[in-house]
């Protein structure tokens, strides 16, 4: 995290260690509604719009909870999805009857737009949810063009951009997502515990509401009847870590005053650098695929388990991080691997840094 993140965090736990949790909130009550304009700001939408949560996952349970499914509706997503939410999906299908379809991806990698937009003419489904950059590769899915097919057959669009805040700009208007859900931390260097839930106009008229609704999201005003909040805050829980969302705040601010496109720029020229030095090691083999690639690098090392690369790796002061088969099964079996371990260049990171991470790896490689 970078230092006014962590400023942002220590400064609000200890005023509340001072004066208490309630009166902490209410001092710095304009500071935590301004935490929503600046994360509205950083996916091109409107605080309205806006609603925090705990994780990624947690928005992404909220969002799904929203959606009245029935037994024959279809969830449309792809082959490269993160792994909890294809998780929830297979739960629905087997609470609710709903069915559960996969597009297929292109020869190079990544779902194919057009077989999508084919799929959701054919299948009229409830939902289409892809994952924007999976956790498992470095592709990056035209989720625009998904968005597109999805606005013209009215159909709702969800989409997980949770590698892909912070590395790259996205712009929910031109994604064309009826919810967006990501985490604080990864590349937009947020804390670790909170993430939030992009809520279109159109999902709100809709009236869509989680399964969940506590005193955040309506107001009990009468005996036997409540009304709910007319923004994303209906998303929400009354209970927050506020010092988290002040850090998710000054992490938003923090990336967009660096420019999200020179973020991206850099990201994508230091990844690519170390594609290029990783495939030359004898024995490794670079698993990233699809016509885009970003800053996230994946490798299997042939006869070395992935943790144990990491492990090795952390001796020389290199951090990676280890991905098992289920991590990623359709895409990990379709590559004829056990898992991967994976590389993520930040805009902070040194041509230097990559050079010292592919040497690190080969002396590792050598030491089997």
């Known amino acids: 995290m970078p230092a006014p993140v962590i400023a942002a965090v220590k400064d609000y736990f200890a005023l509340e260690t ?41 928005a992404l349970e909220a969002a799904l909870s929203s959606i009245p499914f029935a037994s024959g509706d279809v969830i449309l997503t792809t082959r490269n999805d993160y792994v909890s939410n294809q998780i929830q999906y297979l739960m629905l299908e087997q609470r609710y009857g709903v069915r559960l379809e996969r597009a297929p991806d292109l020869p190079e990698g990544g779902v194919d737009p057009a077989a999508m937009a084919e799929m959701i003419e054919r299948h009229r489904p409830r939902l289409v949810s892809v994952s924007h950059v999976p956790t498992n590769s470095g592709l990056v899915q035209d989720a625009a063009a998904i968005g597109a097919a999805c606005r013209e057959h009215d159909v709702l669009y969800l989409l997980d951009a949770c590698q892909s805040i912070g590395q790259m700009p996205v712009d929910v208007k031109a994604l064309g997502c009826d919810f967006l859900t990501t985490t604080a931390r990864k590349f937009l260097r947020g804390p670790r515990g909170i993430g939030f839930l992009y809520i279109s106009d159109r999902a709100l008229e809709q009236g869509l509401t989680p399964v969940s609704v506590d005193s955040r999201g309506a107001h009990w005003v009468e005996a036997d009847r409540f009304e709910l909040v007319d ?17 998710a705040a000054a992490a938003a601010r923090y990336a967009s005053a660096l420019g999200l496109d020179r973020i991206e720029k850099r990201i994508r020229h230091l990844a690519a650098l170390l594609r290029t030095g990783l495939a030359e090691i004898p024995g490794v083999r670079v698993l990233d695929r699809g016509r885009e690639q970003c800053g996230i690098v994946t490798i299997a090392v042939a006869g070395r388990e992935p943790r144990d690369i990491v492990l090795a790796l952390r001796k020389h002061r290199i ?44 002396r590792v490689k050598g030491e089997e």
């Open 18 to 58: 001072m004066i208490g949790g309630y009166e902490a909130e209410d001092e710095r009550a304009a500071d935590r509604e301004a935490a929503y304009d600046a994360i509205a700001s950083l996916v091109n939408a409107h605080r309205r719009n806006i609603a925090f949560a705990s994780s990624a996952t947690h």
């Open 319 to 362: 951090n990676t991080q280890a991905q098992r088969r289920d991590s990623a099964v359709i895409d990990y079996d379709a590559k004829g691997v056990k898992g991967s371990v994976r590389f993520s260049p930040h805009a902070f990171n040194t041509e230097d840094e990559v050079r010292v991470a592919i040497e690190a790896l080969g």
């Open 231 to 247: 923004d994303a805050r209906r998303f929400e829980n009354w209970e927050f870590a506020w010092s988290l969302i002040l850090g």
